[in-house]
């Protein structure tokens, strides 16, 4: 940590600047839930490197005492560079001046508030082209497509189409994410006409869990309304953080109302191994 005011009280914000930053972003993105958190990347390195294996040895029937024959598996990789996520918020310097751990808290549950609205919003839309954020889902074009038959949601049809979609290719739906309004409609649907029973299962193990065909269903308003997105477990799909996260503080910006600037910037990208994995669901246009 920096503090560029010589003397400032240094206390009120710990050596463990990752933490801070890391784990309240975990706990507040949406993202980063359905995937089970961030892979953590220690090493020196601009770019996030995940080796893939796009094609396997082959096998076959061979005759008793016969040569087996040599097959190689071909391998690639997909890299994406890291992209730069800051967040900056004030506190007064009667907090910062604080010793106690939580003051810490505060700090850092802004920052990463912050840091977790922008970084759902770019995993679950596009980057416009724009060089300054990784390519989000909306950018991907090796996702499995299904859009309803009607225009609104009716049944969880679509969703059971999309754990076999991920299936078809050897993958695990982990989890359904949709926008708030499409979330309600979801949970509103019934087993029928004369049934008050609806389609979404509680989790009898964790109450405020949803299930949604069997998946648990988060909710992001970042999500664009009229699609849903089945998320690959097992890696799959990654979002990748850099751990040498940074946060520095400046007394001086804010002189006149006696508060502290806090700065917190977190480097982080998007990486799609098996876009195959990834389910997209759209409502059908009139």
């Known amino acids: 940590m920096a503090m560029n005011t010589t003397g400032a009280a240094g206390a009120w914000l710990p050596d463990s600047t990752g933490n801070l930053i890391i784990q309240p972003v975990g706990r507040e993105s949406v993202a980063l839930q359905a995937l089970g958190g961030p892979v953590l990347v220690g090493e020196t390195s601009s770019s996030y490197r995940v080796p893939l294996v796009t094609a396997d040895p082959s096998a076959g029937w061979v005759a008793e005492g016969a040569e087996i024959p040599l097959s190689d598996a071909a391998l690639g990789e997909v890299s994406k560079k890291f992209s730069k996520i800051a967040g900056l918020t004030r506190i007064s310097a009667e907090l910062a001046d604080d010793s106690d751990p939580a003051a810490a808290e505060q700090i850092g549950a802004g920052i990463a508030r912050d840091i977790a609205r922008t970084l759902d919003a770019a995993f679950f839309g596009t980057n416009g082209g724009s060089a300054d954020q990784p390519e989000g889902l909306e950018d991907l074009t090796g996702a499995n497509v299904i859009t309803t038959s009607g225009t609104a949601w009716e049944n969880v049809d679509p969703f059971i189409e999309a754990l076999y979609g991920a299936e078809e290719v050897g993958a695990t739906v982990g989890a359904f994410v949709l926008n708030p309004t499409d979330a309600l409609a979801v949970s509103r649907l019934k087993e029928s006409d004369t049934s008050n029973r609806t389609l979404l299962t509680p989790d009898a193990t964790e109450a405020s ?78």
């Open 209 to 286: 869990r949803r299930l949604l065909a069997g998946v648990p269903m988060l909710v992001s308003p970042a999500v664009t309304a009229g699609t849903a997105w089945g998320i690959p477990a097992d890696g799959r799909l990654q979002v990748a953080v850099r751990q040498d996260v940074q946060v520095e503080s400046d007394r001086s910006v804010f002189f006149s109302s006696h508060e502290v600037a806090v700065r917190g910037i977190m480097r982080a990208t998007i990486v799609a191994p098996h876009e195959a994995a990834l389910q997209r669901i759209d409502l059908a246009t009139a």
